[in-house]
């Protein structure tokens, strides 16, 4: 079965300073895994996807993640941080093909609170 | 330009009565959407429609029934709300491409609370 654990419900950071939000995967095939961002009161953006091609994704505003086989994760990552950037950030997996369809499995999310 | 968009933004209501969720996308997808984000920020999806048809139902309650007029609505009818109905309610669409995976695109999501 697909899951995705995300290991940290909360992260601190200092603006200017580098983001790391950890996301393991366990899935019984290929995975595809996504990075959705909710800022305050607002619906769920995409920030990148891991479709099997390169390993290094690189998605909007600044972020990138790196799918390690190896050690089933696909840690985001912001070289430094803005304000902005605050927000829940969820780890998401696609879940099995059923039916004709995918539906996305979610991690518990992981809440990047940014200090000036 | 709105891309989906969720009417109410609030709903406060009281036990055992009736509501529904309204939504409604303008990019042309076929497939729409509902999850359930619960105090947590826990996120798990619903329902789902493709064309109108019924193709994700997880095990949610059937006082929840979904109804889909037609591509671009789906709407969301809660009979006898219960305390734990409180939540944050998220539509979202993408078009459906067979195994592969397409975008799915988020609402602004509607914060039931119910009383």
Redesign the interface.
């Known amino acids: 079965a697909q899951s995705v654990t995300q290991l940290d419900s909360h992260v601190s950071v200092s603006e200017g300073t580098p983001v790391l939000l950890r996301c393991n995967y366990s899935s019984s095939y290929s995975p ?1 895994l996504f990075w ?1 961002v909710q800022h305050p ?6 920030l990148l ?1 891991y ?1 099997s091609a390169a390993t290094l994704v690189k998605g909007i505003n600044g972020f990138e993640a790196e799918f390690k086989k190896s050690e089933t994760s696909f840690h985001l990552t912001k070289p430094s941080a803005h304000m902005s950037d605050a927000a ?1 950030y ?1 780890c998401v997996v ?1 879940g099995p ?1 059923s ?6 499995i ?1 991690g ?2 992981t ?1 990047l609170a940014v200090h000036p | 330009d709105t891309a989906v968009s969720q009417t109410p933004k609030y709903l406060v209501t009281q036990m055992g009565n009736d509501k529904s969720i309204k939504c409604e996308q303008n990019l042309g997808h076929d497939t729409m959407y509902w999850y359930k984000q619960d105090s947590k920020k826990f996120l798990k999806i619903m329902f789902s429609y493709n064309n109108k048809e019924l193709i994700i139902n997880e095990t949610v309650p059937n006082r929840f029934s979904p109804k889909s007029p037609d591509k671009a609505h789906l709407n969301l009818h809660i009979n006898s709300l219960e305390l734990g109905d409180s939540a944050v309610y998220f539509c979202a669409s993408s078009q459906a491409r067979g195994a592969s995976y397409n975008e799915q695109f988020f609402g602004p999501g509607t914060r039931l609370t119910v009383l």
């Not at chain 1, 039916?99 to 996305?104: A, P, R, S, T, W």
């Open positions: 595809s959705y009161n607002k619906g769920l953006q995409l996807k479709t829940e969820f696609r093909f039916g004709g369809y995918n539906k996305l979610f518990a999310g809440r």
